[in-house]
Structure formats: C-alpha cells, structure tokens
C-alpha cells in the first residue's frame, strides 16, 4: 500500500522550494532536514497494512444517473484472489511474476475512477494496474461456479449498414412529427370555449421546427367537422380555441389535431382526442305530460361506460415475439375486448384436444393477461373462457411450429434489459440478428450465435431513449422474424415542483404560484409550459383516463391500436404498474413503418410534403385541356386590403404563389396575366382536401353514457354564461335561424349564398338563368335589376351613400377612379366585378330595403350587392360547360387565439357585485421559465368552495416533458 507517512510529491516539493528560499535562517533549518526526509520515504511499504473494507469506503454516488465514483482516499488498493480468500504478503513483491495468479496492485491517477452499472470504467485513464490484471489473466480470477455470456461474433456489418441505410432513408423522406394538445379542461359544457394550447415535436420530443402549420378540427359526434382552424407554429407551439355554441347539441365529440406532414403515417398518428360536450335535454311537451325528446333519456352528463355485452366479447392471443415453438416455454399475452371496444375481466384454463389441462390464466389489468405455456408437437391448444357474470366461451390459441423463434424480453429489472432468444428444433441457422430501434434511430445492433439452440444478451437501458422500442430478429439474409416492443422508462423527463404561498385560500382571494423545472441531474431547465386551474369540486376528474403530455407523446403517438385509461400507466402508484405496461406491449403492434416494406423498398415518396407556410398551387390550360407552359399567372386581392402578386407558370403548367397574406377576410382573383391568353385559358386550383373522417382508433372512448353526476357542472355553467352576458364579457356563440327557399330553381343557384338574411332574403335575385349570356361586361349585364344604385366613377352609390359589394362573403374595398393617379395599380370596384364573368355567376342579390340591410349595419346604409359565383356542377349542363378564366381563392387565415378572462378583484373599478362562476379559474398557454428554471403565475379565486386543481405541462429546451399537478384548496 502507499506509505502514509509520505505525503504527497506536490507536497514535498512546495515545501523543500520555500525552506530552500530561508536556509540560512537557523529556525528554518530542521524544516527544510525534515522535508527532505520525507522525500527519501519509500511511496510503497513492503508490508500491506490489512483493512476491511465496505461498499461505502470505496464506492460513492455521482449526481449523474447510473454514473459511481471508486476511491481509495488516495491509497493504492492491493487486491488479492484466491480460493481460500487470505492475504499472502509475499506475494506484493512478486507482482510481475508470470507465476502470478492472484494479486493486483491498483493506482489511481485520478481522485476518482468513474464507472457505471456494468462495471465499464468511464475515465480509463484514472486507473494503471500491476499484477495480474495488467497481465489480462481476468478469468482466473471469476468465481469457480462462473458461466460465462456466450461470445457475440461480429456484427455482419454489410447487412447492418443495408438495414440502417433503409431506415434512414424512410425517415428522411416521411419526417416524423408528434401533435399533443394541453386543454384546460377535461370536458365542456355548450356555450363554454374550449382552450388548448398545441405542441409539436419530433420523435426525439424537441419542439419541431419542420412543420409552420397545424389544423385543428372539432368533429361531431355524426361525424361532420364542426370547426376547423389553422394555427401559425412558432418553435412548435400554438394556442388555439373553439367557442361553442350554447344550442349546441350534446355527445362525444372529437378534437384531431394534424400537420401536412403527418398525414403521410395515416390518421393513426394524429392527435385525436374525444371531449365530452353536455347540454340541457330538449324538451318535448305533449297533452297532460312532459318527456325528454328520443334519445335524450339519462344524458345530462358524466364519463361513464357503457356495461359491455360479455357474452360477445372477442379474445385475442399474442405470443411473445410472435411464434409459439413447440417444446419451449413461452409467454401468450392476450386482451380481451368487449363489443364497446373496453377491456374486460376474464380467467380460464388451458387445455390440449383430448382435455388435459395444460395452465390457467386471469386477467390482471383492464382485460389483458400473460399465459404461460410449454406447447407439444402434435398438440392443438384452446383457451376455456369465463366472464365476470360467469358466461363461457372458447378460443383457440394460435398454431405451434418447430422451426420459429422464441423472443422473450425482461423489461423487470430497472438498469438493464434481458433478452433471452431461444431457437426450435428444426432451426439451422448459424447467425441471426437482433436490432433494437426507437423512433426511427438504430441504437443497438446485436449479432446472435445460438449455442445449444439458446443465446442470453443484456442491454443497458439507458441505451435508449424514453418511450417504446422495438426488437426485431432478422434472418442471416435480413428476412425480419420477430418482433417485440417495450417501454423504457428512464429518469429523463423534466422534474416540476410548484409551491404557493398557502394550502388553504378563501374566495376570491389572490393565489400566486411559483414554478420550479429541473432536468434529470437537477439542473435548471428552461422550458416552454401551459397551465390550468380548475375547480375539481364541479369540475371531477379521473386522472387514469386523462390524455397527458407523458402518456400521448411516449406511448399513444407511437401505436396504433386503442389505449385505455393511458393515464394510469404514469399516474398510478401501484407497484404492478410497469408489469401492465409490459403486457399492454406484449398486445400492442408497432406500425409507424414494415420492416419488410421499407427493405424491400416498397414504399413511396412522401405524399403530403412538409407545410411551413401558406402556398396555393395548380395548373393553367387552354379550354381544350392542353397546359400552357411558361405562362404569365397573377394573384390580385380583391378585398379591402389591396395586394397583388406575380408569378410564371412551369413547362408543364404548373404555378404556385406563396408569401402572399393569409387573412381570413382575404379573397384572391387568379387568373392569366395576359387579356388575350386570358380568353382562352381555364385556371384548376389544387384543392388540398382535409383527412377522411374515418373511424378512429379511440372510437372506444366515444362509447360513454351520461349520468346525472355532472349536472352541478352544467348548471354552473349556464348560469355563468348568463352572468357574463350581463357583464358584456360574454364570448357565447348564437346560431341564427336558417331560411327556407322554395324555389327550385332559386336554391340551386344561391345554396353558397352568404346572405345574412338568408339565401334569397333580398328585393330583388337574379340567378344564373337570368343573365343575358355573352354580356362582356357584368355591371352592364345588371342594368336594369340594381333598384336605383348607380355605379359612378366605378363605386356604387344608393341615395348618395356608398353600396355595399360582397363576392362570395368577402367585402369589396376600393377608390373611385378619379382618386388616384393612373399610375396608381388599385382598381376600383366595377373594376374588380367586372374581372368576373357573366358565366362565372350564380346568383346576384340586390338589397336596399332598410330592414333587410339593417343586419349589415352601417356598411349596408347604401344598399347591398352580394355575387355568388358557381361552384363546380351549379350549371345546368352539369359544369360541361362551366369554363372558368380565373380561380377565386380564399386562405384560411390564421386562427388567433382568444384572451382568457381572468377578473382582477385588486382593481378598484373592478365589478364584485355579479357572482363569480367560473370552472375554469385561469388558463396561461404561455409559461415561461428562466435561465434559474422559475417562473410564477397569479390569479383570483372563484366564489366557489372546495378543491381547486393545477395542471402544468411543458416541454424544455432539450426536448424534455414535464407534467405536475397541485391541489390546493379554497375554504
């Protein structure tokens, strides 16, 4: 060991350097005698000086996650082994002996050696070795009972680079993007609004900075869109909201979030969410009695199921890695489905074809179960079902075979994975694969020799990132065979601790909250989060059943199939809750890509390609069909902001205008440059329609029958909507009453009317049918028909007032012709009509009735012109004939959000005489922590008692996901 009675060399040296300086003063002399003596010391005893040692004396924590420190206080350690586990001191001087077996002297250059979980020295440098272990006689020193892990052979690196240079090439072609939405709530009453705040990422969980759009839609429960809104992306992030309606009928609805580029994987993948809208029963008054209308019985409220038919429940058997191989014992995972699409409890037992039982089984979480069984050749297997209201049934387990592989997966233990892959009998194979991805990313590649037909490997968990894995077996020849997903959950998400300044609050009163995020190493994280607060006594949750930042990002955004309660996987404290994880892997199929489709290069380009702004394409022809190349294309406004653009059409026709603005008042003439080619050229935009509104994976969750236990809920809604309608604060939308037109004729030509009256509700219509064809000129085509308004210096004038002129809903602005100087490119707005086409027309409306225009307030106090142009099939002719020379477009602009409403009762004109109803009490999309991790939000309580709830999700700067919520109450 190191002489302790020699310090160290730096020591000694700093010392022998100052008394070397003051040697000739007498008092110094001893010192610098004393110094050099110890410099003459041997660094090394010849005897060791025996000590016991503890974990803890040599062994210390790191603050990095699976990282240790191994010191020896700046000794050398002597390590010695042999069978009769004694020191022998003679052997010390013999260290370099070839005889040696036994003994090792260690020396730490560094203060401290740092290894993690599987023993691999992190800083190989810290260390330097005498003795056997220089010598690399390792062996001899594992216990005499050491089995050691089979060889790996080396990686067939021209297969794992095929494999690898596939996948990469998918991925770089169909951009993989996550779609999550924060609300403030978990559900709504009509007339409420529905807040939430959107994130997008990319697999990794950075904030994506691919896609600049996100469409948002709320769908109905017959499955029509309701709303829909784009939403500008900035780093990944949105808010967004849609106010609801207070006729609006109540049931599931959905909420389904997706940019361009996700549509390439399928509506799967979007974020698709069902919300809970209730409302007050129709009612339906008869002679001496009053009932609910059909269909409204027992619908007032809540989230609860609806009780499955178990005598139809379906029972589906998955063996682990996919094969079930006689004469080896496997793992069956099986979930059972109720025809509400739930899970539901089942037990049973296992039995051959002549009856022998082979096993029993139950279910252990929401229907699903493992089954444990050792197949024989020869021998079918049947699952003898029985339901909790003891109803039987019977299934037959999948088919055996000799030639498979058995993939069997131990997620258990916490640092590190156990994959145990066993062969059949009839499997010759020298060399298999194994491949383990995530996310599109290879992180390991393991090469596979079976001995004895069995090969055990382990894999440091913290090789991957958090969220599912996928391990496939490949042939020698790349054929893949199995396949098995697990959940890696590291201790890598954000840790958020929120603090206020009291447990207990009083009505009204002022509650600031302070917000602390930290990463995995407890460092300060900086982040982007939003935040709700709710009243959970109206307000009642079931977090289980919650859709969160955690449970959609890592696990739902990557599957499939229909998650239940996704929530209890991450909220619930029960130890068994990784073990149901484990099984809700065994069931679920990974389908973000084939393995067997992208090797065999069976897929396509991209269809739908990356969308960061706005952009409106399509083709110019002449009216035979035949594309104009290189032809000059123009976009003008035609609203009451004037813009114009320009553009040149590709060999093939082709145009696209982009950087235009979008504005939701905006309308756009496209249309040939040039007047001459005009005449004769037809102008086909490119209509991007929205996804199918097909079935979606969660239909399950719109299987829910409302009870009466949310009726407080929906009736402090309604009386909160009335008080902030006194307020003027209201934000309530009222759909207007729908008018009949009678006329066949009439209501083909104006059923794209936007007349606010209603289609027809004017003095006078004239439809497509009455226009004289082949008049150039439209405003001369409405001579006649205006009911006194005048077009002068081309502007509308009704009794000395300016008219209103609406093209399709959008206001027309201009200046008269004798405002501006000619070189000035505004046009006026007989202009502007007159761009349109007698052909083009489907319905123009003429108001000048007060009463009629009166719903078009001051605008309409010189009268209205509303132009409807044909949509395709409008003509008579079935649109044969319907050739248009220009394209109208409108852009769907983008949505800006609504301000919360938050009272400030510390304001001295603030009104505190109306009653304060709120449910959700403070809603921020836009929380920020600093460089030090802190943030803090203030708010005011509601009148209303009892638990009070905080939820805060968020993301950092790293791509890390944070999720906490805190409960405090108002007394």
Same mark, same amino acid.
């Given at each position: 060991?190191?002489?302790?009675?020699?310090?160290?060399?730096?020591?000694?040296?700093?010392?022998?350097?100052?008394?070397?300086?003051?040697?000739?003063?007498?008092?110094?002399?001893?010192?610098?005698?004393?110094?050099?003596?110890?410099?003459?010391?041997?660094?090394? =005893? $010849?005897?060791?000086?025996?000590?016991?040692?503890?974990?803890?004396?040599?062994?210390?924590?790191?603050?990095?996650?699976?990282?240790?420190?191994?010191?020896?206080?700046?000794?050398?350690?002597?390590?010695?082994?042999?069978?009769?586990?004694?020191? @022998?001191?003679?052997?010390?001087?013999?260290?370099?002996?070839?005889?040696?077996?036994?003994?090792?002297?260690?020396?730490?250059?560094?203060?401290?050696?740092?290894?993690?979980?599987?023993?691999?020295?992190?800083?190989?440098?810290?260390?330097?070795?005498?003795?056997?272990?220089?010598?690399?006689?390792? !062996?001899?020193?594992?216990?005499?009972?050491?089995?050691?892990?089979?060889?790996? $052979?080396?990686?067939?690196?021209?297969?794992?680079?095929?494999?690898?240079?596939?996948?990469?090439?998918?991925?770089?072609?169909?951009?993989?993007?996550?779609?999550?939405?924060?609300?403030?709530? &978990?559900?709504?009453?009509?007339?409420?609004?529905?807040?939430?705040? !959107?994130?997008?990422?990319?697999?990794?969980?950075?904030?994506?900075?691919?896609?600049?759009?996100?469409?948002?839609?709320?769908?109905?429960?017959? @499955?029509?869109?309701?709303? !829909?809104?784009?939403?500008?992306?900035?780093?990944?992030?949105?808010?967004?909201?849609?106010?609801?309606?207070?006729?609006? *009928?109540?049931?599931?609805?959905?909420?389904?979030?997706?940019?361009?580029?996700?549509?390439?994987?399928?509506?799967?993948?979007?974020?698709?969410?069902?919300?809970?809208?209730?409302?007050?029963?129709?009612?339906?008054?008869?002679?001496?009695?009053?009932?609910?209308?059909?269909?409204?019985?027992?619908?007032?409220?809540?989230?609860?199921?609806?009780?499955?038919?178990? @005598?139809?429940?379906?029972?589906?058997?998955?063996?682990?890695?996919?094969?079930?191989?006689?004469?080896?014992?496997?793992?069956?995972?099986?979930?059972?489905?109720?025809?509400?699409?739930?899970?539901?409890?089942?037990?049973?037992?296992?039995?051959?074809?002549?009856?022998?039982?082979?096993?029993?089984?139950?279910?252990?979480?929401?229907?699903?179960?493992? /089954?444990?069984?050792?197949?024989?050749?020869?021998?079918?297997?049947?699952?003898?079902?029985?339901?909790?209201?003891?109803?039987?049934?019977?299934?037959?387990?999948?088919?055996?075979?000799?030639?498979?592989?058995?993939?069997?997966?131990?997620?258990?233990?916490?640092?590190?994975?156990? /994959?145990?892959?066993?062969?059949?009998?009839?499997?010759?194979?020298?060399?298999?694969?194994?491949?383990?991805?995530?996310?599109?990313?290879?992180?390991?590649?393991?090469?596979?020799?079976?001995?004895?037909?069995?090969?055990?490997?382990?894999?440091?968990?913290?090789?991957?990132?958090?969220?599912?894995?996928?391990?496939?077996?490949?042939?020698?020849?790349?054929?893949?065979?199995? +396949?098995?997903?697990?959940?890696?959950?590291?201790?890598?998400?954000?840790?958020?601790?929120?603090?206020?300044?009291?447990?207990?609050?009083?009505?009204?009163?002022?509650?600031?909250?302070?917000?602390?995020?930290?990463?995995?190493?407890?460092?300060?994280? !900086?982040?982007?989060?939003?935040?709700?607060?709710?009243?959970?006594?109206?307000?009642?949750?079931?977090?289980?059943?919650?859709?969160?930042?955690?449970?959609?990002?890592?696990?739902?955004?990557?599957?499939?199939?229909?998650?239940?309660?996704?929530?209890?996987?991450?909220?619930?404290?029960?130890?068994?809750?990784?073990?149901?994880?484990?099984?809700?892997?065994?069931?679920?199929?990974?389908?973000?890509?084939?393995?067997?489709?992208?090797?065999?290069?069976?897929?396509?380009?991209?269809?739908?390609?990356?969308?960061?702004?706005?952009?409106?394409?399509?083709?110019?022809?002449?009216?035979?069909?035949?594309?104009?190349?290189?032809?000059?294309?123009?976009?003008?406004?035609?609203?009451?902001?004037?813009?114009?653009?320009?553009?040149?059409?590709?060999?093939?026709?082709?145009?696209?205008?982009?950087?235009?603005?979008? *504005?939701?008042?905006?309308?756009?003439?496209?249309?040939?440059?040039? +007047?001459?080619?005009?005449?004769?050229?037809?102008?086909?935009?490119?209509?991007?329609?929205?996804?199918?509104?097909?079935?979606?994976?969660?239909? $399950?969750?719109?299987?829910?029958?409302?009870?009466?236990?949310?009726?407080?809920?929906?009736?402090?809604?309604?009386?909160?909507?009335?008080?902030?309608?006194?307020?003027?604060?209201?934000?309530?939308?009222?759909?207007?009453?729908?008018?009949?037109?009678?006329?066949?004729?009439?209501?083909?030509? =104006?059923?794209?009317?936007?007349?606010?009256?209603?289609?027809?509700?004017?003095?006078?219509?004239?439809?497509?049918?009455?226009?004289?064809?082949?008049?150039?000129?439209?405003?001369?085509?409405?001579?006649?028909?205006?009911?006194?308004?005048?077009?002068?210096?081309?502007?509308?004038?009704?009794?000395?007032?300016?008219?209103?002129?609406?093209?399709?809903?959008?206001?027309?602005?201009?200046?008269?012709?004798?405002?501006?100087?000619?070189?000035?490119?505004?046009?006026?707005?007989?202009?502007?009509?007159?761009?349109?086409?007698?052909?083009?027309?489907?319905?123009? +409306?003429?108001?000048?009735?007060?009463?009629?225009?009166?719903?078009?307030?001051?605008?309409?106090?010189?009268?209205?012109? =509303?132009?409807?142009?044909?949509?395709?099939?409008?003509?008579?002719?079935?649109?044969?004939?319907?050739? &248009?020379?220009?394209?109208?477009?409108? $852009?769907?602009?983008?949505?800006?959000?609504?301000?919360?409403?938050?009272?400030?009762?510390?304001?001295?004109?603030?009104?505190?005489?109306?009653?304060?109803?709120?449910?959700?009490?403070?809603?921020?999309?836009?929380?920020?922590?600093?460089?030090?991790?802190?943030?803090?939000?203030?708010?005011?309580?509601?009148?209303?008692?009892?638990?009070?709830?905080?939820?805060? +999700?968020?993301?950092?700067?790293?791509?890390?996901?944070?999720?906490?919520?805190?409960?405090?109450?108002?007394?």
């Amino acid at each position: 060991m190191i002489n302790p009675e020699r310090p160290p060399d730096s020591l000694i040296n700093e010392k022998i350097k100052l008394f070397n300086v003051v040697k000739d003063r007498s008092q110094y002399r001893d010192s610098l005698s004393f110094w050099i003596k110890k410099l003459k010391l041997p660094k090394l =005893l $010849p005897k060791q000086i025996p000590a016991s040692l503890t974990d803890d004396d040599v062994i210390k924590k790191t603050n990095k996650h699976g990282v240790y420190a191994f010191e020896c206080g700046g000794d050398a350690l002597y390590i010695i082994y042999n069978k009769t586990h004694q020191f @022998n001191a003679a052997s010390l001087s013999h260290l370099s002996d070839q005889n040696n077996t036994a003994s090792t002297l260690v020396f730490f250059n560094m203060p401290f050696a740092l290894f993690d979980n599987n023993g691999t020295i992190l800083n190989p440098g810290s260390l330097t070795y005498s003795g056997v272990w220089a010598n690399k006689r390792i !062996a001899e020193l594992l216990p005499l009972n050491y089995e050691p892990r089979q060889t790996e $052979p080396p990686i067939d690196s021209t297969l794992f680079k095929k494999i690898d240079s596939i996948l990469k090439t998918y991925i770089a072609g169909h951009n993989i993007e996550k779609a999550y939405l924060h609300f403030d709530k &978990p559900y709504y009453a009509a007339g409420d609004t529905i807040y939430f705040k !959107a994130y997008v990422t990319n697999p990794l969980y950075d904030l994506s900075t691919l896609s600049g759009i996100l469409s948002v839609e709320l769908i109905s429960p017959a @499955n029509d869109i309701y709303g !829909a809104i784009k939403l500008k992306l900035i780093d990944g992030m949105a808010a967004g909201d849609f106010a609801l309606s207070d006729t609006l *009928r109540k049931g599931n609805y959905r909420l389904r979030a997706y940019t361009n580029t996700m549509r390439n994987a399928g509506e799967e993948y979007f974020f698709d969410q069902y919300l809970s809208i209730v409302n007050v029963p129709a009612i339906v008054s008869q002679p001496g009695k009053t009932t609910h209308s059909a269909g409204d019985k027992n619908q007032t409220a809540k989230l609860s199921l609806l009780k499955p038919a178990l @005598n139809k429940i379906d029972v589906q058997f998955f063996p682990e890695g996919g094969n079930l191989v006689n004469g080896v014992t496997s793992k069956i995972a099986f979930k059972t489905i109720a025809p509400n699409g739930l899970g539901a409890a089942i037990k049973g037992t296992i039995t051959d074809e002549q009856g022998q039982q082979a096993g029993t089984f139950a279910s252990q979480h929401l229907g699903m179960g493992i /089954i444990t069984l050792k197949p024989m050749a020869g021998k079918r297997y049947q699952a003898n079902i029985t339901c909790n209201d003891s109803t039987k049934a019977i299934f037959d387990l999948p088919e055996t075979t000799d030639t498979g592989y058995v993939l069997n997966v131990n997620n258990s233990d916490p640092q590190n994975i156990r /994959i145990n892959i066993i062969a059949g009998e009839q499997n010759h194979q020298a060399q298999i694969n194994l491949v383990a991805q995530s996310n599109g990313v290879i992180y390991s590649c393991t090469a596979v020799k079976l001995a004895n037909k069995n090969f055990t490997t382990f894999i440091p968990k913290n090789t991957f990132p958090d969220g599912i894995v996928q391990f496939t077996l490949f042939s020698a020849n790349g054929e893949p065979m199995n +396949e098995r997903l697990i959940f890696i959950r590291n201790p890598d998400q954000l840790n958020l601790k929120m603090g206020a300044e009291s447990p207990i609050y009083h009505p009204r009163q002022k509650v600031k909250i302070k917000l602390i995020a930290t990463n995995k190493d407890y460092q300060p994280a !900086a982040g982007n989060f939003s935040v709700a607060v709710t009243d959970e006594s109206k307000l009642p949750t079931d977090e289980d059943n919650e859709s969160t930042i955690l449970s959609d990002m890592l696990l739902t955004s990557d599957l499939k199939g229909y998650v239940e309660r996704p929530n209890f996987y991450f909220n619930s404290k029960n130890g068994n809750t990784d073990t149901d994880l484990d099984v809700l892997m065994l069931t679920q199929g990974y389908h973000r890509f084939e393995w067997k489709q992208i090797l065999g290069d069976k897929f396509g380009p991209a269809v739908f390609q990356l969308e960061k702004i706005t952009t409106v394409s399509g083709i110019v022809k002449t009216t035979g069909g035949k594309p104009i190349p290189y032809c000059k294309v123009s976009m003008l406004s035609v609203s009451n902001v004037f813009f114009s653009l320009d553009t040149i059409a590709d060999a093939e026709g082709r145009f696209v205008f982009q950087h235009f603005l979008v *504005r939701d008042s905006m309308r756009y003439i496209i249309q040939a440059t040039d +007047e001459q080619v005009r005449k004769n050229t037809l102008i086909e935009i490119n209509d991007v329609k929205p996804p199918k509104l097909s079935g979606n994976k969660n239909a $399950p969750d719109g299987n829910i029958k409302e009870s009466d236990s949310l009726t407080p809920y929906l009736n402090f809604s309604s009386n909160f909507q009335r008080e902030q309608l006194k307020q003027g604060i209201g934000k309530q939308v009222i759909l207007l009453k729908e008018v009949a037109i009678k006329g066949k004729a009439e209501k083909k030509y =104006l059923k794209h009317s936007d007349n606010l009256n209603g289609p027809g509700m004017a003095n006078e219509v004239i439809t497509a049918d009455q226009l004289p064809p082949g008049c150039p000129v439209l405003t001369d085509c409405l001579a006649g028909h205006l009911h006194g308004i005048q077009f002068i210096n081309g502007m509308p004038y009704y009794e000395r007032l300016q008219t209103l002129v609406m093209i399709d809903g959008i206001q027309i602005n201009a200046v008269s012709s004798d405002q501006h100087p000619k070189q000035t490119p505004e046009p006026s707005v007989a202009d502007i009509v007159n761009t349109l086409s007698v052909n083009d027309i489907a319905s123009v +409306e003429i108001i000048t009735d007060a009463s009629l225009a009166a719903i078009y307030g001051v605008r309409g106090g010189g009268g209205v012109i =509303l132009i409807t142009t044909k949509r395709w099939g409008d003509d008579s002719s079935g649109g044969s004939n319907f050739k &248009p020379k220009f394209a109208y477009y409108s $852009p769907v602009g983008y949505y800006k959000a609504r301000i919360f409403y938050s009272p400030r009762y510390d304001l001295p004109k603030i009104n505190t005489t109306f009653p304060d109803l709120r449910t959700t009490i403070y809603w921020n999309p836009i929380l920020i922590t600093d460089k030090n991790g802190s943030a803090s939000f203030e708010f005011f309580n509601a009148d209303t008692k009892g638990n009070y709830r905080i939820v805060v +999700e968020g993301i950092d700067d790293k791509g890390s996901l944070g999720r906490q919520v805190y409960n405090y109450k108002v007394e």
